[in-house]
T-cell receptor, first 115, second 114 residues
């Protein structure tokens, strides 16, 4: 497919568990972003990768959240010791180059539910 | 810090009526402004953007938005809506002061009724 894909589409877990969310960006896109969208809110920035490195991780809420992009393509968002407040839709986006002039293309999201 | 306020959480209109979705922003530096749309069961898509130049920008499906620096607004308008325009619309801002992070508003649900 030509778009950004995210897996799984839905994830239900129990409080305290560890989860990994995967993002496959559009081929050739060097920039990758993670956002979190809580119910009734707009997307909230978490982290931005340019290539393999995190150019800006100032949106990660605490040290339970971590993201990697080891080969500059696929990215994984990792959440340790999940809490009920982590329940949200996690969105990934990619762009051909850095912001703001390069359009961000969004994936369909992963809906995370922490019981 | 930058922020975006979308004044209406829901806007119901009848088909072929005009619509305006309001967006105000705050930022201490030069800004770039965006409207994204999310159709039911689909991902976010860029609708239109203001980066520089003409303050009036248009989308391919008849929406337009005007950057008004003095009023710090970027309202979205369409003179005649279709049922297929039913979606959630998000206004977003970025700028050098935020390291070009996108800050989104809470969204406005536009419902077009027959």
């Amino acid at each position: 497919g030509a778009g950004v894909s995210q897996t799984p589409s839905n994830k239900v877990t129990e409080k305290g568990k560890y989860v990994e969310l995967r993002c496959d960006p559009i081929s050739g896109h060097t920039a990758l972003y993670w956002y979190r969208q809580s119910l009734g809110q707009g997307p909230e920035f978490l982290i931005y990768f340019q290539g393999t490195g995190a150019a800006d991780d100032s949106g990660l809420p605490n040290d339970r959240f971590f993201a990697v992009r080891p080969e500059g393509s696929v990215s994984t968002l990792k959440i340790q010791r999940t809490e009920r407040g982590d329940s949200a839709v996690y969105l990934c986006a990619s762009s051909f180059g850095p912001p703001p002039y390069n359009e961000q293309f969004f994936g369909p999201g992963t809906r995370l539910t922490v019981l | 810090a930058q922020s975006v306020t979308q004044l209406d959480s829901q806007v119901p209109v009848f088909e072929e009526a005009p619509v305006e979705l309001r967006c105000n922003y705050s930022s201490s530096v030069s800004v770039y402004l965006f409207w994204y749309v999310q159709y039911p069961n689909q991902g976010l898509q860029l609708l239109l953007k203001y980066l520089s130049g003409s303050t009036l920008v248009e989308s391919i499906n008849g929406f337009e938005a005007e950057f008004n620096k003095s009023q710090t607004s970027f309202h979205l308008r369409k003179p005649s809506v279709h049922i297929s325009d039913t979606a959630e619309y998000f206004c977003a801002v970025t700028g050098s002061g935020s390291n070009y992070k996108l800050t989104f508003g809470k969204g406005t649900l536009l419902t077009v009724n027959p």
